[in-house]
Each structure stands twice: as structure tokens, then as C-alpha cells.
């Protein structure tokens, strides 16, 4: 993503110097089901993913 600064990344989340700041994404709040048009409601099923609280984290670096 353009315009993404990483060293002020490491920087104001306290990351380690032993890890890399490698990636950055953009993420959206889930809406519902029924916001979707019919045919996407359609292909809306549960997942076996993970949840985003398992692989992400939110803030300053967790020692």
C-alpha cells in the first residue's frame, strides 16, 4: 500500500529489532449477511478460518 511509512511503524509499535515489519493491510468491519446483494448471499457460508484475534494484533508490540 502506497504511502505506508514501515521505520515509523517499528518505531511507534515498539517492534524488536529481532522482527520485520513486512507487510501492512487495510481491514474492514464484517457486515451482515443480508446487507449483501442475493447472489452473494448466496455464497456466504461459515469458514473454518481463524479468528482475527488469533493472527493479529492491535497496537504496541507484545513482548
Known amino acids: 500500500m502506497a504511502g505506508f511509512d514501515y521505520g515509523k511503524a ?3 509499535l515498539d517492534v524488536p529489532d ?5 507487510a501492512m493491510i487495510a481491514i474492514g468491519k464484517r ?3 443480508e446487507s ?3 447472489l ?3 455464497r456466504e457460508h461459515p469458514n473454518d478460518r481463524k ?3 488469533e493472527i493479529i494484533m492491535e497496537g504496541q508490540f507484545r513482548k
Do not use: S
Open 40 to 42: 452473494l448471499q448466496e
Open 51 to 53: 479468528p482475527l484475534a
Open 18 to 22: 529481532n522482527f520485520d515489519v513486512m
Open 36 to 38: 449483501l446483494p442475493p
Open 31 to 33: 457486515g451482515t449477511k
Open 10 to 12: 517499528r518505531k511507534d
